[in-house]
């Protein structure tokens, strides 16, 4: 018998271990759950945007300017390109949205631009009459160097 209590001590200790140990990774991962990313500034706002549809159809180009106002192309598959003016963007650490004005152009009109930012993640709501997708953008700065470090690697010969 006293082999067995030596046993069951010996994983009461283990258990005992194991137990504190869960629960300091749930205490340390409840704690990084309350962490937040910090909301990207008016000005690191304003700055080139690119993107594609949820649905994968359409490219979205958006350009930004710190005086709330920009420029926005898309384009549909191989159709020709779209522009339209941004009349006015806002912003407010949770929340943007853009006010558009495609002049003339009345077919497939962007009249607005609805979404949020986490991290340098945008994800907006386009809309027009009678229409409206789902986009996810990211900075095109940030893309456009990954782009140029994948093509410099592959231009290498393999080792």
């Given amino acids: 018998m006293t082999g067995d209590y030596t046993a069951g001590a010996g994983a009461w200790r283990v258990l005992t271990t194991m137990t504190l140990a869960c629960a300091l990774l749930v205490t340390v991962s409840l704690g990084s759950e309350q962490k937040r990313?910090?909301?990207l500034s008016r000005d690191?706002?304003?700055q080139t945007w690119i993107?594609?549809?949820?649905?994968?159809?359409?490219?979205f180009r958006?350009?930004?300017?710190?005086d709330g106002t920009g420029r926005g192309a898309y384009v549909f598959g191989d159709d020709a390109p779209r522009s339209f003016a941004i009349a006015s963007w806002t912003y407010d650490s949770k929340r943007v949205s853009m006010f558009a004005d495609a002049g003339g152009d009345t077919?497939?009109?962007?009249t607005r631009l609805d979404g949020t930012l986490t991290g340098v993640a945008m994800d907006l709501t386009v809309s027009g009459d009678g229409w409206s997708r789902r986009l996810r953008m990211?900075?095109?700065r940030g893309l456009q160097d990954k782009w140029e470090k994948l093509k410099a690697l592959q231009a290498e010969p393999p080792h």
Avoid: N, Q, W
Wanted: charged share 35%.
């Fill in 37 to 39: 990313i910090r909301p």
């Fill in 44 to 46: 690191a706002v304003a």
């Fill in 51 to 59: 993107g594609i549809s949820e649905d994968e159809l359409y490219l």
């Fill in 62 to 66: 958006l350009v930004l300017s710190p």
């Fill in 107 to 110: 077919e497939r009109r962007v």
């Fill in 138 to 140: 990211r900075p095109e």
